[in-house]
């Protein structure tokens, strides 16, 4: 098992950024997918970010593609989101994820990940 918290969120003006990071225990970091999810009030839970076990691939949801910037610190078992240009609309609880599935591709649904954080609520004001 792995226990992932996050940190980082908070109230930003439009246009501000942010930096959540994640961090993990239980299992061999380095060897485990690990992703950013987020979900709105009233709104699925869906993928904003990932990169692979390795590092070496990384994808972006259109929404976001650009503006965030995911990753990964092996040696301190730490994921990182870093949102620029943030929107009114990045308005969410943010969930970080992690998956032992071995692929070197990026997994973008939720139900292929293993394991999930407790959230952290990033609110962008207009």
């Known amino acids: 098992q792995v226990q992932l918290v996050e940190s980082g969120g908070g109230l930003v003006q439009a246009g501000g950024s942010l930096r959540l990071s994640c961090a993990a225990s239980g299992r061999t970091f380095s060897s485990i997918g690990m992703g950013w999810f987020r979900q709105a009030p009233g709104k699925e839970r869906v993928f904003v970010a990932g990169?692979?076990?390795?590092?070496?691939?990384?994808y972006y949801s259109d929404s976001v593609k650009g503006r965030f910037t995911i990753s990964r610190d092996n040696a301190k078992n730490t994921v990182y989101l870093q949102m620029n240009s943030l929107k009114p609309e990045d308005t969410a609880v943010y969930y970080c994820?992690?998956?032992?599935?071995?692929?070197?591709?990026?997994?973008?649904?939720?139900?292929?990940?293993?394991?999930w954080g407790q959230g952290t609520q990033v609110t962008v004001s207009s």
């Open positions: 990169l692979n076990w390795s590092g070496g691939n990384t």
């Open positions: 994820a992690a998956t032992w599935a071995y692929t070197e591709r990026v997994l973008v649904r939720w139900n292929q990940y293993n394991a």
